[in-house]
Nanobody, 123 residues
Framework: QVQLEESGGGLVQAGGSLRLSCAAS????????MAWFRQTPGKEREFLGG????????YYSGSVKGRFTISRDNANNTVYLQMNSLKPEDTGVYYC????????????????WGQGTQVTVSS
């Protein structure tokens, strides 16, 4: 239905900022919700936030609320994750995902995933 590709990861010092992009491609771009997750070794994939495509309503987990912002660019079929005030514990592989249901924190609710982009925050 849709293919997703993340970009924008890298190495940044604590307190710095990064903006991740998730570009969607394919013949049809029709998803009810898109979300950002991150994963670290030995831990479950963690929900960071999501956006409802119809009206751009956003939702955030408590761990990132106030620091991370999700937005979209309809013209370019792109979703962004602006990350500010980064902390070492934000280190991980960041994924974007798309689904046909409401925004939830459950990875299983999303049926399309990008390949991930590494974010490393140093002390």
């Amino acid at each position: 239905q849709v293919q997703l590709e993340e970009s924008g990861g890298g190495l940044v010092q604590a307190g710095g900022s990064l903006r991740l992009s998730c570009a969607a491609s394919g013949r049809t771009f029709s998803s009810y919700a898109m979300a950002w997750f991150r994963q670290t070794p030995g831990k479950e994939r963690e929900f960071l936030g999501g956006i409802r495509w119809s009206d751009a309503m956003t939702y955030y987990s408590g761990s990132v609320k106030g620091r991370f912002t999700i937005s979209r660019d309809n013209a370019n079929n792109t979703v962004y994750l602006q990350m500010n005030s980064l902390k070492p514990e934000d280190t991980g592989v960041y994924y974007c995902a798309a689904g046909q249901r409401s925004v939830t924190d459950a990875p299983g609710a999303y049926d399309r995933w990008g390949q991930g982009t590494q974010v490393t925050v140093s002390s």
